[in-house]
């Protein structure tokens, strides 16, 4: 036992990164249904120094790099292509929300890559994997490495836009994914450009509802209140208030979250009164379907407090601003900086308060 898990192991070893390859991809990928059949084959591989690991009971190892140079010698293109599909299935399903296991995702997305690196190399395995770049950059996106996530769009947008096509759902959403990159990293202006050129394409080819175009309107709003140009910016919210409406209803998280900044965006336009009404709305809402403790229900009462203030409603400012102290110093200690704010917030619309009554 062992020496054929043994050398097919080895010819894995061509398809990923030769640092930090954890175990459980071979358990998946071979289907060995114990973990002493993937010990006696890692122990072979060792013993003849193919592999190292950091201690006998490690759970990740690694590779030379000629070791793994001879595993891709080894396969010829039929063997290379059948053993990248292999991988990518494997791979694939740890980026699902039933397969993903945070404590792993590091290490997958770093094998993730290489894989598909080598995979850019046949246009079969593009189109049958044509949605493995989306899945691993909105990992790498979730996880804050977008200069990581940016070289990985720069390097499959050519290969998949040839073989896919510009129409192709994919590509304008890898294209999407790419001025969100680089917003983030602050490249407003070329992020803006792309967002603008795509925005027609995708209205056209994939819908004026679809997740992408709601995703481009997105993105486009945040360069228009970056902008100052909250008019523009109030037309592309009312656009995404429509399509969430219509998929999702008026109480769905994502509704309520593009209603929130549409209040934001009233309160930049000077239409301070309709954008309480909206905050007010929007807390009752999230306060009843998502709970009073929640950090997305937390900031629009601070956002409607503050807008209370501004309109010198301090009766009911000093309501919001009680139940935001208790629930952060229950949350959070009576000393943390957030909490100590709000009870600074709370005694100003006491002492308001106080000065309109002697008035």
């Not at 994939?206 to 995703?215: H, K, P």
């Not at 009843?288 to 301090?314: N, P």
């Not at 009680?322 to 909490?339: D, I, Q, V, W």
């Amino acid at each position: 036992m062992g020496w054929f898990d043994a050398v097919e192991m080895f010819s894995v070893l061509a398809c990923v990164n030769p640092s930090n390859i954890p175990m459980c991809i071979f358990t998946d990928l071979f289907m060995l249904s114990t973990q002493p059949m993937v010990k006696a084959a890692v122990a072979l591989l060792k013993k003849y120094s193919i592999i190292s690991a950091s201690s006998a009971t490690a759970t990740r190892f690694n590779v030379h790099p000629l070791v793994q140079r001879a595993a891709q010698l080894s396969l010829d293109a039929e063997e290379t292509q059948s053993r990248l599909t292999d991988v990518l299935t494997v791979l694939k399903n740890y980026f699902l929300p039933e397969g993903r296991n945070k404590n792993l995702m590091k290490f997958i997305v770093l094998h993730a890559e290489s894989a598909w690196s080598y995979a850019l190399k046949d246009d079969a395995l593009i189109r049958e994997f044509n949605e493995f770049p989306t899945h691993l950059c909105m990992e790498l996106h979730f996880r804050e490495k977008y200069d990581q996530e940016l070289k990985i769009i720069l390097e499959s947008l050519p290969s998949i836009e040839r073989v896919l096509g510009s129409k192709h759902l994919v590509t304008i959403a890898l294209k999407c994914s790419h001025a969100w990159a680089l917003y983030e990293l602050k490249q407003n202006l070329k992020s803006f450009e792309i967002l603008k050129e795509i925005l027609p394409l995708a209205e056209k080819e994939l819908g004026s509802r679809s997740s992408v175009t709601t995703m481009i309107l997105t993105l486009i709003e945040f360069h228009l209140d970056d902008q100052g140009k909250h008019d523009e910016e109030m037309k592309i919210i009312d656009e995404i208030v429509v399509i969430h409406m219509a998929k999702h209803g008026s109480e769905h998280p994502k509704t309520l979250g593009v209603l929130h900044g549409k209040a934001c965006a009233l309160v930049n336009l000077g239409r301070v009164d309709e954008a309480v009404e909206l905050f007010r709305n929007v807390y009752e809402v999230r306060k009843r379907v998502l709970g009073q403790d929640r950090a997305s229900t937390l900031i629009t009462m601070q956002l409607l407090g503050a807008a209370l203030l501004y309109k010198k409603e301090f009766e009911e400012a000093l309501g919001i601003y009680e139940a935001l102290y208790e629930s952060k110093k229950r949350r959070l200690g009576k000393n943390n900086p957030s909490t100590l704010k709000m009870l600074k917030l709370l005694r100003v619309c006491k002492v308001e308060l106080k000065k309109k009554v002697s008035e």
